[in-house]
């Protein structure tokens, strides 16, 4: 599908490092404007194995055009429960989300930027970045040994690995989440289920997402303990198998929590998961991450017009990015304070204010699949949710 090459103290317009949704899109829109762009990413195979259950919104998919041969599943309707299987059956008045193959959509996204004029290579990563007044060095390592590669600027698309964005003194997201999720055939599940508890998960929630073809996809995101949270669900949703055999094929993955200190320096831009910029809520960086490299893009061409790739230049990203994305991640923080420090009980009271209170109709009418700020706010100033919220937080402050 894309062409490996390997170049030798080539000199780029853009060197783009990491070939996932975030890279590939900003290596696609800056190699369309014309500039000389190449894709430096570690792995064999751009999309293969990576761990992600693969929901996109609904609006990501219009907005971006994306590529609707990696469907394999459709979300409208949803059950939530709670630690004691209260159950919260929810529909949305149309389908919110997609489930896509990863491999088949990052692939499709490689083709689009190779197609574009992006120059993709695999099997290279990059282990160093120093930037002068004139270039900004890569240092690559591929399987023939090591190289250097300059170029004008570089975008840090790496994903969860920070070292490059903590070299340079950007710094890290404060917190990974550990993500596991396994993909196995089960009795046949009709709707996306959700699992809130501390049998599943701590501080986060587990999830069966039907596929078209019958499989289930079955993960969580956690503070405790992965793999006890994943025996349980996979207990729940199917009772005839041995979770054990399912756990070992099960694949594990950190979630960044929050965004970097920095997103940009001199002749360097971080975009995606790398620069933190995933939804707090729910762990998605998909959507996130292409809008990010819809802004680096628009910035990175301003530098290149002006030919200034300075820190100050740059910093017109984090400007824009932050009014668009900020608040929603930092809510999603506030907000998993609060919940993280609500036991079983309380999540079960939280079910039923929610039950009692319009929330689910709320959401339901004027829900996004991709902002939840609204959501959130909606919940705080609910007088039977946020009882249950005070408890919790009150909790919070005798347990300092
Ligand atoms: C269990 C789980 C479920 C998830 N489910 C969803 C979901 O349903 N929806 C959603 O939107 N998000 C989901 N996510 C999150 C989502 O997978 C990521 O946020 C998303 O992949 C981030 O895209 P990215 O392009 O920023 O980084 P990545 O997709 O991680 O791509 C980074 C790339 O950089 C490469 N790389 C790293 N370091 C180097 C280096 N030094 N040199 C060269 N290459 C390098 C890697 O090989 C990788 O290909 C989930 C995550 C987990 C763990």
Redesign the pocket.
């Known amino acids: 599908m894309v062409n490996i090459k390997s170049q030798n103290q080539k000199q780029y317009d853009v060197i783009v490092?990491?070939?996932?949704?975030?890279?590939?899109h900003t290596a696609g829109i800056l190699s369309e404007s014309g500039l000389n762009v190449a894709l430096?990413?570690?792995?064999p195979e751009?999309?293969k194995d990576?761990?992600?259950?693969?929901?996109?919104s609904k609006e990501a998919f219009s907005r971006y055009d994306l590529p609707k041969e990696s469907l394999v599943g459709k979300l409208k309707e949803a059950k939530l429960f709670s630690p004691s299987g209260i159950c919260i059956p929810y529909s949305h008045p149309e389908e919110a989300a997609a489930?896509v193959d990863?491999h088949i959509f990052?692939g499709k996204l490689a083709e689009v930027a190779t197609n574009k004029g992006a120059e993709i290579q695999l099997n290279?990563?990059?282990?160093s970045l120093v930037a002068n007044d004139k270039f900004i060095e890569a240092r690559?390592k591929t399987q023939e040994g090591e190289n250097k590669v300059r170029a004008e600027l570089v975008v840090v698309?790496?994903?969860?690995?920070f070292?490059?964005q903590t070299a340079l003194g950007l710094g890290r997201p404060k917190k990974i989440i550990k993500?596991?999720?396994v993909e196995i055939r089960t009795q046949k599940i009709e709707s996306l289920r959700v699992y809130f508890g501390s049998r599943f998960s701590i501080g986060f929630f587990g999830w069966a997402i039907p596929l078209f073809d019958g499989r289930t996809r079955i993960?969580?995101?956690t503070n405790g303990n992965a793999v006890e949270g994943l025996k349980n669900i996979l207990s729940e949703v199917n009772h005839h198998s041995d979770p054990c055999m399912e756990i070992e094929n099960a694949?594990?993955?950190?979630?960044?929590f929050g965004s970097i200190s920095k997103s940009y320096s001199e002749r360097i831009i971080a975009?995606?998961?790398?620069a933190g910029?995933?939804?707090t809520t729910?762990?998605?960086?998909?959507?996130?991450?292409l809008i990010s490299a819809e802004i680096a893009s628009e910035v990175i061409k301003k530098a290149f017009k002006k030919r200034r790739f300075d820190a100050n230049t740059l910093s017109e990203y984090e400007k824009i990015w932050e009014k668009s994305l900020g608040r929603e991640i930092r809510f999603g923080q506030y907000f998993h304070k609060f919940y993280s420090k609500l036991d079983d009980d309380s999540i079960d009271a939280l079910f039923n204010a929610a039950k009692d209170d319009g929330l689910l109709s709320f959401i339901a009418e004027r829900g996004k699949f991709d902002w939840h700020k609204e959501a959130v706010i909606k919940i705080l100033r609910s007088p039977n949710l946020r009882r249950v919220l005070w408890n919790g937080l009150i909790r919070q402050i005798t347990s300092w």
């Open positions: 490092v990491g070939g996932g949704p975030s890279g590939l430096f990413d570690e792995g751009i999309g990576v761990v992600c259950s693969g929901v996109v489930v990863r990052d290279t990563k990059v282990t690559v698309a790496t994903g969860i690995s070292n490059l993500g596991i999720q993960g969580l995101m694949k594990r993955r950190g979630i960044a975009v995606g998961e790398a910029q995933i939804k729910t762990g998605g960086g998909i959507y996130y991450g």
